[in-house]
């Protein structure tokens, strides 16, 4: 069981930027792949980026179309956290963003392909 714990959302202007933070407990973080998605209101949930796990000692980040460029995902192992980078946020990036993990490394942009989620935190881009 993998419990995560989603920080750093909030108010920021257009062209600003954001950290988001997702402490994980359990002790093979190591082992997880890790995402970050967002829902906006009335939208469905989607996948913004990936920190994503070979299955041996290697790991690579995957981004939304939408987050290239302008994102970076990251994780220190020792912490068990990941962290998503945000810059040049634009008001389409307002929403809810969850932190996810899944164990192993076969994945999907699919919410579905993750087992385990945190409650959300909600990053606001004002015009």
């Known amino acids: 069981q993998v419990q995560l714990v989603e920080s750093g959302g909030g108010l920021v202007q257009a062209g600003g930027s954001l950290v988001l933070s997702c402490a994980a407990s359990?002790?093979?973080?190591?082992?997880?792949?890790m995402g970050w998605f967002r829902q906006a209101p009335g939208k469905e949930r989607e996948f913004v980026a990936a920190?994503?796990?070979?299955?041996?000692?290697?790991?690579?980040?995957y981004y939304a179309d939408s987050a290239k460029g302008r994102f970076t995902i990251s994780r220190d192992n020792a912490k068990s956290t990941v962290t998503l980078r945000m810059s040049s946020l634009k008001p389409e990036d307002t929403a809810v963003y969850y932190c996810?993990?899944?164990?192993?490394?076969?994945?999907?942009?699919?919410?579905?392909?993750?087992?385990?989620w945190g409650q959300g935190t909600q990053v606001t881009v004002s015009s």
């Open positions: 996810a993990a899944k164990y192993g490394n076969t994945w999907s942009q699919q919410p579905s392909s993750f087992n385990y």
């Open positions: 359990g002790r093979t973080f190591s082992s997880y792949s």
């Open positions: 920190h994503l796990w070979d299955g041996d000692s290697t790991y690579y980040a």
